[in-house]
């Protein structure tokens, strides 16, 4: 796309100057700042304010600010002496576009770079082989939590996404009317409900057969379901939705009956978008806290069995490492920092599937 | 295989809105007919009508006689399914399906209801359809290739030989060059020619000249105002339609004077 749209702006640029030199009378400012200028502009800002206010001893924090607001209003002035206002607009624009998406870049960066470097002290092969069980100090891992997280989150998907799909299907392709308008609303309110409410949903609906107390992975996925069923829906629901009507037009035309067209035609053709919003949910869920918290608990050994007693997952081993560690501190603390890194990095994973998912389904085009 | 089709005083609803009402014709086997007037007159839900595609729509139903060949195709226990295998639908924009190679796409027929058949059966038929739709000679080396990545008249000659390739008696075509080059047009307008020999085919056009050089007969379809049902003002062999229709609408519209 942007090599499309480069020539043609040059075009348009080329267009403007031999527009502007036509009409010297209304284009005054027929001036141009080099390429570099922003740059140069840049490093005097930051040399000038920012190392004076750094050297002034007044925080980086003050240094930095002072420096993006110095450097916007120069550019702005530069510009509009040099340029006109037009283009120094444009330029002022550039600068707060610029200065959003790095701000926007702080957290994550300092997230990600905080968990790597704490984490890593314990990112081994004993953190993945060793369970928690009789370890009271040193050593020790997450295998038991990573065992976890993998079994009730797999759970949760093989029940939502069944449920989220059809749903999915049933609104694009047969509701109307209120119940469709109702399950959709419905589907809305979910998205939204705190993931605490889901552990409690789950938590009371199995203490009703199994009296108080009772914690199982399986209650865990139960309660993932609830959070993740909706986001199923919607993102599928928005792919059959671009299915453009006129390929099931096309199937109804060749006597396909419905059902086969839907499950032939439609689902097939959007299965990319489909496969990688269902990925986007899982990873959506993996890393939930406080409904494990509530439903599953946490436990030091490996436990394979979803419906039998105590799990422990990532998150939760994360949080519990932190909030009750034992004696010595640091191990604890550091297990609990890998155990985030982990999870980071299973999300990471699964959104690079997701992407390649979407390419490999995607329908293919080429060959003209 | 081609079958001639008879209306009789068909009322096409949807919901309580009627759309088209009372019209009453008989389409000839082994002939192009042409449907032609103003856009919303209802000729293309007409056309629709005849493999019950309208249904889609909900709330859309029809009084009256559509029959093929002296059968019903309202009557009780008819499958529209089973009538759309029997009247093929060719649609305005070319609509290969993106998922689909050339050669799936000409058998998506059979390949979508999961009929099975030998490869060497698949092959002639997919060689036949696309040899009857013109397309043999420029994709024959492609086959595997997506259907998507021809040209729009290409795609709209693979979508004719997907038509075709399920056996239809009638072949309805609703504006099928409207999206196309002048090039691609006449490729159609030929291939509409040669297929007459087998099929019945209906065709909407807004297009006065190719409903002239395409068909035997055309049927003038015109509105009296929104909200005001479509009918069918008159129906004729075409070479009478265009030098002396017998309605003054007929003769307004065909010669360009309209309203």
């Known amino acids: ?368 | 295989m081609s079958k001639s089709i008879e209306v009789e005083n068909l009322n096409i609803y949807y919901g309580s809105f009627l759309a088209v009402e009372d019209v009453t014709m008989t389409i000839r086997p082994q002939t192009v007919t042409a449907l032609i007037g103003p856009s919303g007159c209802g000729k293309s839900t007409f056309l629709r009508s005849i493999n019950r595609m309208h249904e889609v729509i909900p709330g859309a139903r029809v009084e009256g006689k559509l029959a093929l060949d002296g059968r019903d195709l309202y009557g009780p226990g008819v499958d529209p399914v089973g009538v759309r295998r029997q009247v093929g639908m060719v649609f305005q924009r070319p609509n290969p399906f993106p998922t689909m190679s050339i050669y799936d796409n000409v058998i998506a027929g059979m390949r979508l209801n999961n009929k099975r058949a030998k490869k060497n059966v698949l092959d002639e038929l997919v060689e036949k359809s696309l040899r009857g739709a013109n397309l043999w000679k420029e994709v024959k080396d492609r086959l595997e290739k997506p259907g998507s990545g021809l040209s729009g008249g290409q795609q709209q000659r693979l979508c004719i030989a997907r038509a075709i390739a399920v056996q239809p008696d009638v072949l309805l075509m609703d504006e099928p060059c409207s999206a196309l080059d002048p090039i691609s047009t006449l490729a159609i307008e030929d291939l509409i020619n040669e297929l007459k020999t087998d099929y019945t085919i209906v065709i909407v056009t807004h297009n006065m000249q190719q409903a002239a050089r395409v068909s035997d007969y055309t049927g003038f379809f015109n509105i009296e105002g929104t909200g005001k049902p479509g009918k069918l003002v008159e129906m004729d062999e075409t070479r009478t339609m265009f030098s002396q229709p017998s309605q003054k609408a007929t003769e307004d519209y065909v010669s360009g004077r309209f309203g």
Not at chain 1, 110 to 136: C, E, H, K, P, Y
Not at chain 1, 278 to 296: D, F, H, K, N, Y
């Open chain 1, 1 to 368: 796309m942007s090599t499309g749209t480069e020539p043609e702006t040059r075009q348009m640029s080329a267009e403007q100057r031999a527009l502007e030199a036509s009409l010297p009378s209304v284009a005054k400012k027929v001036g141009e700042l080099p390429s570099w200028a922003p740059w140069g502009i840049l490093a005097a800002a930051v040399v000038v304010v920012g190392g004076g206010l750094l050297l002034a001893g007044r925080g980086i924090g003050l240094a930095v600010v002072a420096t993006a607001v110095v450097y916007a209003l120069a550019v702005y002035l530069i510009s509009r002496t040099v340029e006109g206002p037009r283009k120094a607009t444009d330029r002022l624009v550039t600068v707060l576009v610029t200065t959003a998406f790095l701000i926007a870049m702080v957290p994550l960066v300092s997230v990600i770079a905080t968990v790597l470097t704490n984490g890593v002290a314990r990112f081994d092969a004993q953190f993945f082989t060793n369970s928690m069980r009789g370890v009271v100090g040193e050593g020790g891992g997450g295998y038991h939590a990573i065992l976890g997280t993998l079994i009730i989150t797999a759970l949760a998907a093989l029940m939502s996404i069944p449920v989220g799909l059809l749903t999915a299907v049933y609104l694009v392709e047969y509701g109307r009317g209120k119940l469709s308008r109702a399950i959709t609303f419905f589907v809305d309110v979910m998205t939204g409900i705190p993931s605490i409410v889901a552990g409690l949903f789950a938590f009371a609906l199995f203490a009703l057969f199994f009296g108080p107390g009772v914690r199982l992975g399986f209650m865990g996925s139960l309660a993932l379901c609830v959070l993740m069923i909706p986001v199923v829906v919607r993102s599928t629901e928005e792919m059959l939705k671009i299915v453009p009507n006129e390929l099931r037009e096309a199937a109804y035309a060749l006597g396909v009956p419905k059902w086969r067209t839907i499950l032939k035609v439609v689902v097939p053709t959007s299965v990319a978008g489909i496969a990688s919003g269902v990925t986007l949910a899982i990873a959506r869920v993996i890393g939930e806290t406080a409904p494990l918290l509530i439903a599953v608990g946490i436990t030091t050994g490996v436990n394979l069995n979803p419906f039998d007693g105590r799990m422990a997952t990532l998150p939760v081993f994360s949080y519990y490492s932190y909030v009750a560690p034992g004696v010595p501190r640091e191990p604890f603390i550091d297990r609990a920092w890998t155990a985030a890194l982990v999870l980071i990095i299973l999300v990471m994973v699964l959104n690079l599937a997701a992407r390649l998912i979407a390419r490999l389904f995607a329908p293919k085009t080429a060959g003209r």
